[in-house]
């Protein structure tokens, strides 16, 4: 499936044989139309031909199109947890990549709880070790570890010290 905004390859949620292909390569249709038929080698497709084309048709009078090669499919981003798989944007996936996070432990608060960027944002920012310029100048000067410092405020210059 292509969009303006991506390409996604969407795998076939029942087994069979692809009977007949209803969109060519390249064409454009309204989104969630069907643009193929899978179905036993031996099953009559007559009537799901017969609904395929009246959709098809009924949608010609609408504004929104897709690009589409294979089926309008949901995407692999907005599918459910699964086994080992977590639900988390590309975005927020990057985020969390970037700033050395493990994903595994935020929760999130998007659509059936995906994870999204203000998820990841939120879990730097309340992990970030939160210190004041002083401490910061004399731990580097001291080479104390702040990770060490268990403190629930800002660290502060006597903390150092303390350590």
């Not at 292509?2 to 692809?18: C, M, P, R």
């Not at 995906?114 to 970030?128: F, H, L, N, P, W």
């Not at 004399?138 to 006597?158: F, P, T, Y």
Request: charged share 35%; proline share 3%.
């Amino acid at each position: 499936v292509e969009t303006d905004k991506l390409t996604n390859e969407i795998e076939a949620k029942e087994s069979g044989v692809l009977r007949k292909i209803l969109v060519e390569e390249g064409e454009t249709v309204k989104c969630l139309l069907p643009v193929g038929i899978i179905a036993g080698e031996n099953e009559d497709i007559s009537e799901l031909l017969k609904q395929a084309g009246s959709r098809v048709s009924e949608s010609e009078d609408k504004e929104e199109v897709v690009k589409s090669e294979v089926s309008a499919e949901p995407q692999a981003s907005e599918l459910a947890k699964t086994g080992d798989r977590i639900k988390i944007s590309p975005l927020a996936r990057k985020i969390a990549l970037q700033g050395g996070v493990s994903y595994e432990n935020i929760k999130g608060t998007g659509p059936k709880g995906r994870i999204v960027k203000k998820d990841v944002e939120a879990y730097i920012e309340s992990t970030r070790i939160k210190v004041s310029p002083a401490a910061a100048k004399l731990a580097e000067e001291l080479n104390v570890d702040l990770s060490g410092i268990k403190k629930h405020g800002r660290i502060m210059k006597k903390d150092v010290l303390e350590a």
